[in-house]
Every structure is written in structure tokens, then in C-alpha cells.
């Protein structure tokens, strides 16, 4: 079984066209949910699942699902389903979303061409607003589609300029009915680009990733004095500042002693850094921190976590400073199913395309559908591990090569 | 010779109605300058000059001098001057500026009262936008009268609302002829609060100013390599905030030890500290930092900026960050006189005032005024340090104390 590289390089070209952003340096687009371009880009996937004859619907919350059921299917039985999304961050890159939706109808096609004879219907999935840049914080679609958030709640979510999402869907066109349902799938694959350079620098084409990370966000403050920075002794200072310059290090340092000593894919970050008043006169009376913690095993982020509440009491101690320590946001790692891992790394070897495990230290739509079937996520190289960034690039070859595995896959999963 | 306290309180009160704020924790003002708080202030200002005999006079860019040239004065003879500011910070006290302008002209009526009889006229003055919060960076009438400005540029000086000072200043009918010329002084002295904890917490209720410091203010910038925070391992992250976050404790450490080793006035603060892109999950990809760096000796005040030199290229070598450093400002300590520093102490020995030698580490007019006169500066104590805040306090006893001080200074300063 062959894909048609042309042909999928022209559907995302083609795709690439809407909200496109032309930069000296690369090809991006911004597809915000509810905008021209987000509608431009969803008519022209229903057009395309058309063409190739699938049974297109859009559910309540506007995610879109082609369904081909061959005669070699079974109408009733669950089906394989796979997909990513069409939105993209401001001034993202043409690949991360798209990149998935279309291999996996590509991947149809060339079941289509190979005369590949699945059991199981096949779906080609779009969710919406994957990234989370106008109605909520990230993976909306796949919310909904594994019950964590209503249809309901969804819909009530507010851009902010008050368009509710409901709204934005409406004048789309793209508030359909129905619900898609993640648990009435036999299984689903994910192919997305990288957004590391781990594939390019071992030169593999396709990873296959074994867990996505679970992600902490915690808010951490220092509070010192204010105060006059000539008129102040350094021995009379509570200089917030250098306080929250400590902890950014000790974080830093935890994570290091995590990958050092148990756990080589822990990462922690001082993300975000906001100084008051933030005047070169004034000695910092505040700084409020975003910190990320991220693994595939839990018990290293809660290390990392709580060196990081250490860091702050040891500051309050040694400083005089006052801090607070929040946790507003938790996530466990996901693994990813061994069955449909398997399966990519089998379609693999029938192709002759060398796979490699890796773990995703970014949230996927695929962490929702872990939790209700199978879910397996595989990854096409990165040029340079640049993503959400005009500059973000996969070779076509790449992106046919991941489609190829992504195809066999879908037909073993599918029953072929 | 004695000060009239109720009726300097009253002075001081009265200009604090100009730009009033009103907070649960103190009383404060914003006047800055061309605005109607301002207007009124000037008013009220050469109101109460008047009353006193002075003979009044506005130069070109808005600076207010009143003259007490009594009989036994030579009115020939190069003047002593006392004097200070009105405008204030936003939300500032009501004590810094106002207090040694109503202060100087206290001190001219209790020399009237007590029938002393200097042989130089004695000059009260008001200078234009001290605290530059409107159009330019401070000390704005002061630098004019001192050359460092010509009248010309102050007058074009901008707003940000696009109105220039001499625009503000005609608005106001604050617009005079000619130029105060501190060269023309043989003397000048400035009383102000302290803005530190020093008199406080020595319980002496007069400070006498020994040098101003001077002042370096350095911009430093670190760029790595913005990054998402999950997908990024730990060992290929070049993060410009954990590079900057050693640079704020280099910075700290520098001071610390030039005050341990050689100079305990010396301070080094980073004050300003932006992050970007500042997302929480996003690895920091570049930091700008402001540095103030001062001291009453040069040398140490270089010792700080070259060791914050060296962190840079420490870091530059073992984190791959770039950075860049300018000094974009950079003033040396001013020695006040030592004549009439002598004045205020024996004025205080003949009142039974105890004085005490300290340094000012905030800029003053007096700054200025000292590149061409003799010049001396006054503190008063600041409740916990506290200024440019409604919560700035002095109490009234010791406004009143540190004005018989200056009273009895320019009594003999002006000969009598």
C-alpha cells in the first residue's frame, strides 16, 4: 500500500491557504476558531472527505468526522478512527493540526486505491479549537468527545470580545448536531509533527510515542519591599527579585537532578516572570511566576513540585520573603495503547520505515481519547524542533513516509 | 532664632490640597507639572512669598525664586539660596519637595522675626519638574539653571500627549523671562526627606548630607532560545531567564561584596526585568534588564558594573545565552560642600539639635546646583523609609526641627 505524496502535499497546501501568513523565513497561517479562515478551512475538509466518499458530520461542538465503511465492513462494528485539527495558534505553522487530519484521509485513500478491505469502518476526525486560543485553554473538540466538558458548557464558552462559542460555530455554519463519542471507537491514531529535534538527530522518520506527559502549571509568588533603589542599604532589602531568581534556579536545578536520577524525560520551566513595579529605580516588591512541570511518570513531576514548594520555604527563611504557592492545573501522564503501538511499529516494518519510541512532552487531543478506547500518537520529524512559528517544517517525504506508516496501521486496526 | 511649626505645618498642608489623594493609609498628592494641581500649587507658592516681602520672579522655564534682600543686605552681593520642588511622583507624599520649599521660606520668616541681619539676600526656590514624570528624566528646572540645558530644548521637552513644557508652562501663566543662574549663588542648601530609615532608626532628627551618589543606570539583555516547555528536554535549552536569574544574584552578590570590602554605601539593584515570550509554557527565549548601581565613590560604583560585566560573558560561555550590555546614564557622586555642610552642624550645635553626617543615595537638585555653587543638602526623618507613597510621613516636630537648622545655616551662611 502507497500513499499519493502529491496528493497530500496539496491538501495542505491547499489548507495552507487559509489565514496564510507569508514571512521571510516560512509559511504560517492563523486559523482562530469562528474566523473566515477557520470556515474557509472546514468547508474545504468537508469538501475533500466528500470527494473521496466519505459520510461527513459535524456534531454539536463542530467537530468533524468522515466515516468510510467499505462493503469489506461491518456497518455496526466500532470504528478506527484517526485525526488531529484545522485551527492553529497565532502565526503557527502550516503542519501542526492539518498535518494529521489529512494524512488520515490520505490514509483512506490509500486503503481506497490499494483495494485494502477493512472490517471495521474508518474515521477521519477534525476536532475543534485543538489549541485553545479563543474559547478555552486547549483541547476543546476532544473535551467534549470523551464527556469531560457538556455540549452545553462548551458552547457557553466566551471569546474575548463575548462571542460565544455556539455563536461562532453558528455563523460558520459549523453547529451541527449529535455528539461524536470517543468511547464508540475500536481504537484511534494520531499523526502529528514533533514540535523536538529527537527524530532528526537520530535521522528515524516516524516516532511512536509511548506515553504524553502529565503537565502541572503552578503559580508561584514572591512578595519582598518595594523600595528606593539608591536611598536603600543592601542589608535593609527585601529584594523580591533576587528571591524569585533563586527559586527560577532551583527549579531549574530539580529538574536536572530528576533527569539525572531517575527519570531522563522530566522537564521543569519558569515559564512566565512578572516583576513589580518593575521600575531599574526601584528595588522588586513582587514577582508572580508560571511554573511547568512535565513527565511520563508522575512521581518525578511530584519531585520537581516539591522542591519547588522547598525553594519558596527556604527563601521565606533565608529572605524574609513571602510566598504562595499554587497548583491550578494537573494532569497525569497518559500512556499510549501497547496494542496500537504495535500496530505502527508493524506497519513499519511491512513498509521498510525504521520506527522509534519517544514520549510527547506536549498535550494532544489523543490524551482525551486515551482515556475512553486504544489511542496511539505517531510523530513526523521537525525540521530544528520549531513549532507554533512560521518557520515550523516537515519534508513532504516525511509527511508521506509517516502517512505510509499511519496507513498501515489504520488497516491493521481497521481489520484488513 | 526659632521657626513658627504651626505655621509651616500650615504652608505644607495647605500645598498638600493641590493634587489631593486621599488613601486609607496616609495623604498623598499628585502635582505634576502643567497640570491644574500644579498650576494652583505655583499660585499658592507666590502667594505666600508675597506675603513674607519677597520680591518674586519666574524664569523661562518656570523655575520660582522669591528674594528677602533686607536692609543690612548688600543688594549687589551674591545671594544664599534655600529651596526645593512642587511637583510630585503620581500618588506621592506631601513632604518630598514641598517641605524644603516652605521650609526655605520659613526660615526667611524666622530670621525676619528674630531680626537677624544677613549682609546677602536670601533666595527661596521652586524648581520645575524634579521628579520628571512628565517631560523629561528628572531635575528638569535644576539642569537649566545650571547650563546642562538651554532653555530652548527644555521648552521643547514632550508629554506623551504630544504638549510641550513650554506650552504647559504658558497654560499655566508659569512662562517668565530670563534664567536662574545657580552660578550667581554663593551658597545653596536643600532640606528634603530622607527617604531612608538611617535618622529614624539613630533617633537624631537631622541629617547632614556628605556626598549624593552618583548613579549608573545599565541595560543588560539575555537571549536564548524560546522553546515549548514539554517538548524541549532539559539538556537542549538555552533558557535567557535562568542565564538572567544568575545575572540578578551576580549583580546582588557584587554589591554585597564591594559594601564588605570597601564601601558600606554601595548598592546594585536590578530593577526592571522583562520576559519574553512570558507563557507559562513556553522556555523564556530572551530577558531585558535595568541595573541601578551607586555609591558616594566612583570606584566601587565601577567595581559593580564590571563584575556584572563579567557575569554576561560567564554566561555567555556556560549557558550558549547571547547578552548584550549598555550604560546608557551614568553620573558621578556629588561631595556637598564642606563649608556649608559646617554651617548646618554648628547651627545645630548653637540650637541644641543633635546632626548626623549620612549620604543621599536619591538624586537631588542639589545635584546640580552643586556643579557651581556650594551647595548642601538637609534631611529630615521618613517614617520607615517610606516616600513617593500617600503613606510618606515626617512629623510635624521634626519638619519644624530640621528648619531651625536650615534657618540657622543660612543665617550665617548669608553673613549675618
Redesign the interface.
Known sequence: MDVDRERLREDIEENAEFGRIETDSGRGRTVLTGTEANREAREHLVERLEDAGLDVRIDAVGNVAGRWTPESADPEAAPVAAGSHLDSVPEGGIFDGPLGVYAALEAVRAMQDAGVEPTRPVEVVSFTEEEGQRFASGLLGSSVAVGERTVEEALALEADDGTTLGEALEAMGFRGEGLLDAGEWDGWLELHV????RLESADVPVGVVTAI?G?T?CEATVRGEA??????????RT?A??A???F??DV?RA??EV?AESS????????????RP???????GAVEM???V?DVEYDSMETVVSRARESLDRLEGERGVETEFARPFDLEPTPMSDRVRQSAHDAGERAGIETMDLH????HDTMHVAEKTDAGLLFAPSRD?I??NPKEWTDWDDCATATRVLAGALADLGGA
Chains 1, 2 share one sequence.
Open positions: 514533533e514540535q523536538s529535534e506527559t503537565i502549571h523600595n528606593h533603589a539608591g536611598a536603600t542599604p543592601m542589608d535593609d529584594d527579585l533576587a524569585a531568581s533563586e527560577v534556579l531549574e529538574a536536572n533527569v531522563d524525560t522530566a522537564v521543569g520551566t519558569v515559564g512566565s516572570f512578572d516583576v518593575n521600575a531599574t529605580n526601584v528595588v522588586p508560571g511554573v511547568d512535565r510527547s512532552g506536549a498535550a524542533g513549532s507554533h
